[in-house]
């Protein structure tokens, strides 16, 4: 009923810059917060940045101050703007949304999860 899909992904060097896109298509009601988690090799799935619905943003401590999460809710589609990338941000990056769908006679809610897109960061 609803798709998560990233772009974006691939091989930029250290110091440089990378734009990923998650656009959420399908039966949707509403989008309350998005956000982008990340994944390296042997680590559990960690936090990168959270928007809500009204623009406010979260952001973990690694990076802050190098990453800007927005989104265009026109699109429902969120970006994660990653400027000066470490080779410890090499992981494969999910979008997450926190939605309402259309089930043909009401609205429910459910999180749903892009399938990921792998960023690796060369020094």
């Known amino acids: 009923q609803v798709q998560l899909v990233e772009s974006g992904g691939g091989l930029v060097q250290a110091g440089g810059s990378l734009r990923l896109s998650c656009a959420a298509s399908g039966r949707i009601c509403s989008i309350n917060a998005m956000g982008w988690y990340r994944q390296a090799p042997g680590k559990q799935r960690e936090l990168v940045a959270t928007?809500?619905?009204?623009?406010?943003?979260n952001y973990a401590d690694s990076v802050k101050g190098r990453f800007t999460i927005s989104r265009d809710n026109n699109k429902n589609t969120v970006y994660l703007q990653m400027n000066s990338p470490k080779p410890e941000d090499t992981a494969v990056y999910y979008c997450?949304?926190?939605?309402?769908?259309?089930?043909?006679?009401?609205?429910?809610?459910?999180?749903?999860w892009g399938k990921g897109t792998l960023v690796t960061v060369s020094s």
């Open positions: 928007i809500s619905s009204g623009g406010s943003t």
């Open positions: 997450h949304a926190d939605l309402t769908y259309f089930t043909g006679s009401y609205c429910d809610g459910m999180d749903y």
